[in-house]
């Protein structure tokens, strides 16, 4: 069993086996600044516009975001539940992860109120001052490891046209914030058999009561049964 595939893990431990196993596998652009690749093409396929939820239908383009998402999509479980679209952009994905109350600002880990865990979402303002139409413009990946002193390391794609480990402070002035993934652990859904209605069929399958105690009271369907037992005697 491939580790992002493990369910003892949580989706962050998962996602973040899987981005290892993309770096292992030399995942990169085809040409310098192509933004593009045959692996890349499949990254982006899978992505949709936050609130149309509609396939952008890209083959190129910065892959930081959709690295990230097509990661999510290939360690995910069915019925998990899942912290963000499959985003092109990674102010899509901070969006949805407010909107799912996972989003956590970098002052909240200056203050030691969060603590990142590996696998996590780290997302970095990549705007210029200088260009407006740059405001919405982000770095995105998962948090790799850590220490107590304020430094951690990212693994993210996109990265000099490739899939890089690099180092980082939370003190640094891009940082912006993390998305919790690291708490939602996968629990198998169990089917509640109370909510099931038994069929009249099954009342001969069900277990006999110990006829050594008092008689106990019918239920409705039982008692409707022998009345129509008297009947047709």
Known sequence: MEKWQDPSLSLG???????????????????????????????????KRRGTEKHLGLTSGNWCAAAVSFCLKNSLFEYEEVPHGFRAGAIEIESDLKDNKLWRPVQLARQGLFKPEPGDIVIFNR?????????????IGFYHSGD?????????GNNGGCWKIDSHKYSSSKLLGFGEYSDI????????????????????????????????????LESILEIFRDIFK
Not at 188 to 215: K, R
């Open 13 to 47: 431990q998962r996602c973040l086996a899987f981005a290892e196993n993309e770096m292992k596998n030399g995942v990169k652009e085809d040409k310098p600044n192509s933004f593009t690749s045959t692996r890349i093409k499949e990254y982006l396929a899978i992505c």
């Open 127 to 139: 705007s210029n001052p200088n260009n407006p139409e740059s405001a919405w413009w982000r770095h």
């Open 148 to 156: 107590d002193k304020g430094n951690f390391k990212l693994i993210s």
């Open 185 to 220: 652990i996968w629990r198998p859904q169990i089917i509640n058999t109370t909510d099931i209605p038994l069929e009249v069929s099954d009342i001969d399958n069900v277990t006999p009561l110990n006829d050594s105690g008092p008689t106990p009271k019918l239920s409705i």
